[in-house]
């Protein structure tokens, strides 16, 4: 996953394209991009609920949070390693990110047509983020800063697909809070 703002370069540390059958990775070049940062494209048109890749057989789970990592419980993440790493955040999201410590695959959520750019909503797997960023997704369900869902109000979150260890996390912090 990539936020905007990005200080120092990103390391690669696979060959690319790792996925070249479902996704494109698109590195902006136009001085009038509102953006430098890449984003991942759909290579193919994508049925709804197709598997995109599976994670589990090559990711180890380590108790490191980075901008590059997913979460996959209450306090263990994984660096996705390949070109998935562009998928970009959206609050109307394209691919779900379906994560525990031993299951772990990337999912459309709807048809994706050839080109469109594949993104997923960064607090379905995050419950605090390493690099907050303000959203510019221009979705009409657009939620603005995305921190994390420890900061994101229960009854917005529902309105997306959560990972479990999200929906525990919000159990436990409403009846903290209560
Ligand atoms: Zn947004």
């Known amino acids: 996953m990539t936020v905007p703002q990005l200080e120092t370069p990103q390391p690669i540390t696979w060959s690319q394209p790792s996925h070249a059958d479902v996704l494109h990775v698109v590195t902006p070049t136009s001085a009038d991009a509102e953006s430098f940062s890449s984003y991942a494209v759909a290579a193919r048109f994508i049925p709804a609920n197709t598997i995109l890749s599976i994670l589990h057989d090559s990711a180890t789970p380590t108790s490191t949070v980075a901008y590059s990592s997913v979460q996959v419980s209450e306090k263990q993440s994984i660096e996705l390693n390949s070109d998935f790493l562009f998928c970009n955040h959206s609050c109307d999201p394209?691919?779900?990110?379906?994560?525990?410590?031993?299951?772990?695959?990337?999912?459309?959520?709807?048809?994706?047509?050839?080109?469109?750019?594949?993104?997923?909503?960064?607090?379905s797997?995050?419950?605090?983020?390493?690099?907050?960023?303000?959203?510019?997704?221009?979705?009409?369900?657009?939620?603005?800063?995305?921190?994390?869902?420890?900061?994101?109000?229960?009854?917005?979150?529902?309105?997306?697909?959560?990972?479990e260890h999200i929906r525990r996390l919000k159990k436990k912090q409403e009846s903290e809070q209560s």
């Open 94 to 123: 394209s691919v779900v990110f379906d994560m525990t410590p031993e299951h772990m695959e990337v999912r459309s959520l709807r048809d994706i047509q050839k080109g469109e750019m594949i993104t997923f909503f960064y607090p």
């Open 125 to 163: 797997t995050e419950w605090s983020m390493a690099q907050p960023f303000d959203c510019l997704c221009k979705s009409g369900k657009c939620i603005g800063r995305i921190s994390g869902a420890k900061d994101i109000k229960k009854d917005v979150l529902e309105r997306y697909w959560l990972t």
